[in-house]
């Protein structure tokens, strides 16, 4: 996956929405399978609410599978991606590897307007179902100390598609933590589906510094 070949999950990212969309986030662990479409299925065989409406987007539309993700039309009605190199339209059978921001457009605008002008009835003003291919690589943890430099005798931790949740505190994580003022069990760390969340599971507050902002927050 191209410029993003450590990824551990990526998400399709609803755009260009209409006023009255109803269309969600779908996340997907890299090497899982997913079947895109009015009847949407994540795991194959278990449905997924995916908010798709459009009688142009087939109820099986496109499926995604593999590492790198690959995209296979699997209906009549085309299905557009938009990539670094151009566009390509695939139909039944045929498929393309998928690369962050790529852009899925399960409805063909152009060939939507030519066929309701060819029917004699207005121009396609609806959207084109289009998702925009978001990717995140693995979560690593570095233990640091007070001054700011990193534990050389500490294990740096890594969360990816096997270890998605870690739980650190005084009685769990493998850093050896021993200060009081640590919970037992103080943080739980998620990696995915979606953007890593960190949760305080103690009383002992636990501080979130951003590094682009500087902002602390407290959960």
Known sequence: MAGTGAARWLALVHVHPGATDGRC???????????????????????????????????????IEGAPPRLTALGAHPCVVINST???????????????????????????????????????????????????APLLLNPIAPDGRAYRSRPRLKLDTTTTQLMLGRTAGPWGVTDPRVSRLHARICAGPGPPSVTAVGMHPC?????????QQRP
Do not use: F, W
């Open 86 to 136: 151009g566009c390509l339209k695939l139909t039944q059978g045929q498929s393309c590897t998928l690369s962050a921001l790529d852009e899925i457009h399960l409805v063909d605008v152009d060939l939507a307007q030519r066929c309701n002008l060819a029917r004699g009835a207005t121009c396609y003003t609806g959207g084109a179902c289009a998702y925009r291919v978001d990717c995140a």
């Open 207 to 215: 501080v979130l510094i951003k590094a682009l902002t500087g902002a």
């Open 25 to 63: 986030q779908v996340h997907l662990n890299i090497g899982d399978a997913l079947i895109l479409g009015r009847r949407s299925e994540a795991p194959l065989g278990q449905q997924l609410e995916s908010g798709i409406q459009s009688m142009l987007v087939h109820r099986k539309h496109v499926r």
